[in-house]
């Protein structure tokens, strides 16, 4: 019986672990990755994926990523206008679309506000702007009236995530400063 009793125990305990993760790693708006999630798994992935320095070989076979930092144009004005509701759908539907074009095995989260960010694996920084020019016209041509613009880097140059953000941010803020509706490559 006590054995029985110690299976139930680790049974609730892994679905408590399991409710707890996700409480602590998903957006609860948008049910896409907060920063805290997307920071934790992309380190995982980064890390999986780098260079073994000793053995002079990829632990696998991708030779890039691309981080794509999304950012929903004029999102302020919507909520002022709306109401936080109509930006909470505005959210919602901006992620879902991002959500359906890229793959399974790309990290999607909310970085904050209307910021969403992406980790696209295996994917240099001209196929990355590719895709999100996709999603960009995708989302453009809704009938909601919104845009979105992007800033892309790529781990080509730097492998050091907090570097090749900078060059995404740079990039964004390029595109907020010279008309927004559009994606820049840093």
């Keep these: 019986m006590k054995n029985k ?6 049974s609730f305990l892994k679905k408590r672990i399991k409710f707890l993760e996700k409480i602590v790693y998903l957006d609860e708006l948008i049910k ?15 890390k999986e994926l780098q260079i073994d320095e000793k053995l002079n070989k990829r632990k696998f076979k991708f030779k890039n990523h691309a981080l794509v930092i999304f950012d929903i144009d004029n999102f302020k004005k919507i909520n002022d206008l709306f109401g936080h509701s109509a930006g909470d759908k505005i959210l919602k ?7 359906n074009n890229i793959r399974s095995c790309d990290i999607l989260g909310r970085w904050g506000g209307e910021e969403l960010i992406s ?3 295996d994917t240099n920084k001209n196929l990355a702007f590719k ?3 996709k999603i960009r016209k995708k989302i453009k041509n809704k009938k909601i009236n919104i845009t979105i613009s992007g800033g892309i880097s790529d ?7 907090k570097k090749v953000f900078n060059l995404a941010d740079k990039a964004l803020y390029k595109v907020k400063k010279t008309g927004k509706n559009k994606i820049i490559i840093n």
């Design 155 to 161: 781990f080509s140059k730097y492998k050091n995530f």
């Design 131 to 133: 895709i999100v020019d």
């Design 32 to 46: 896409i990755y907060n920063r805290r999630g997307f920071l934790d798994l992309t380190f995982k992935i980064l």
């Design 119 to 121: 980790l696209l694996i």
């Design 93 to 99: 539907i901006v992620s879902k679309i991002i959500k």
């Design 5 to 10: 009793d110690h299976l139930s125990q680790i």
